[in-house]
């Protein structure tokens, strides 16, 4: 049981670049949810979804766009990247409200 | 407003003996805590959960505690054991509506053999 898989692993993108980060999950779970954590900080919400179809914007969602087209995949886009950008990425997934959400192994990600 | 924050952030015990992690928040219509540890280079781990009708409750070697009244949460760790190194963090969720799991800074465990 893979549980929830993120691609890529590092990624080092120059200012200006685009890229889409992956996270998959295999639990059948409705929500999913998108944290960036930056070097000793806690996760900081950037966007979440409820079901396939339906997004939300969390804390810090400037700069970044998510869709949700199945269940199983809720890709994070940057558009534009930033060196303010750089830091962690964990996506997460959990079965309802008010359940303990289950993370991958995050992207690492480096704005140069 | 939403915060969440902890008294400690380093802690070191040795192996065998009891961990107490600490954490405040400050808002009183939050009604789900939440415990993750986060090992170097890893995704935050569930650890143990706790609504706002309770005041404790234990899984295997972790009991969580929650006094609503000063608004604090605390993780107790039995035996520690070279393995619960890591960092802690508690995060919390408002009541109705918003998604938002609001985490803590967290406190990072070592344990001494």
């Known amino acids: 049981n893979a549980g929830v898989t993120q691609t890529p692993k590092f990624r080092i993108l120059k200012i200006g670049q685009s890229m889409t980060l992956q996270c998959t999950q295999d639990m059948n779970h409705n929500y999913m949810y998108w944290y960036r954590q930056d070097p000793g900080m806690g996760l900081k919400l950037i966007y979440y979804?409820?079901?396939?179809?339906?997004?939300d914007k969390g804390e810090v969602p400037n700069g970044y766009n998510v869709s949700r087209s199945t269940t199983e995949d809720f890709p994070l886009r940057l558009e534009l990247a930033a060196p303010s950008q750089t830091s962690v990425y964990f996506c997460?997934?959990?079965?309802?409200?008010?359940?303990?959400?289950?993370f991958g192994d995050g992207t690492r990600l480096s704005i140069l | 407003g939403e915060s969440v924050g902890l008294h400690l952030p380093t802690l070191s015990v040795q192996e065998g003996d009891n961990s107490i992690i600490n954490c405040a928040y400050s808002n009183s219509a939050s009604d789900y805590f939440i415990w993750y540890k986060q090992e170097s280079g890893k995704g935050p781990q569930f650890i143990i959960d706790?609504?706002?009708?309770?005041d404790k409750r234990q899984g295997q070697r972790v009991t969580v505690l929650l006094n609503k009244t000063v608004k604090h949460l605390s993780l107790q760790i039995a035996a520690t054991q070279p393995g619960d190194s890591a960092v802690y963090f508690c995060?919390?969720?408002?009541?109705?509506?918003?998604?938002?799991?609001?985490f803590g800074k967290g406190t990072k465990l070592t344990v001494n053999p």
């Open positions: 706790i609504r706002s009708n309770m």
């Open positions: 997460a997934s959990s079965g309802f409200s008010n359940q303990p959400q289950h």
């Open positions: 979804s409820v079901g396939a179809g339906i997004t």
């Open positions: 995060a919390e969720k408002a009541q109705g509506g918003s998604e938002k799991l609001v």
